[in-house]
């Protein structure tokens, strides 16, 4: 939030925002009218958005988009049986 010393944003965070990526928080019948309205908006968000992998740790392999040069940003396969590897820092580490 850019401004949350605001008292909307106050109210908000307290009482909405209790995941830290907002991209995943839930909503509410009973929500305010503008936090649905923020997160009606999400859609376009995610579809627009993209994983700087860096070290990997926050990024799951299979549900997030962090491929770059794919047209849909995840991995085009589904998971294997036998397959361990969850997040992209440990195909890094691995060697994969």
Known sequence: ??????????????KYYKNPNILECNVQNTALRVWKSLMSARKVVQ?????????????????????????????????????????AFELISNGK
């Open 1 to 14: 939030m850019s401004h949350p010393d605001l008292l909307v944003g106050r109210v908000m965070e307290e």
């Open 47 to 87: 579809d627009l958005l993209m994983w700087r992998v860096s070290d990997g740790k926050d990024i799951d392999i299979w549900k997030d988009r962090w491929i770059s040069n794919n047209n849909c940003g995840w991995i085009p396969v589904s998971k294997q049986s036998g397959c361990n590897e969850e997040m």
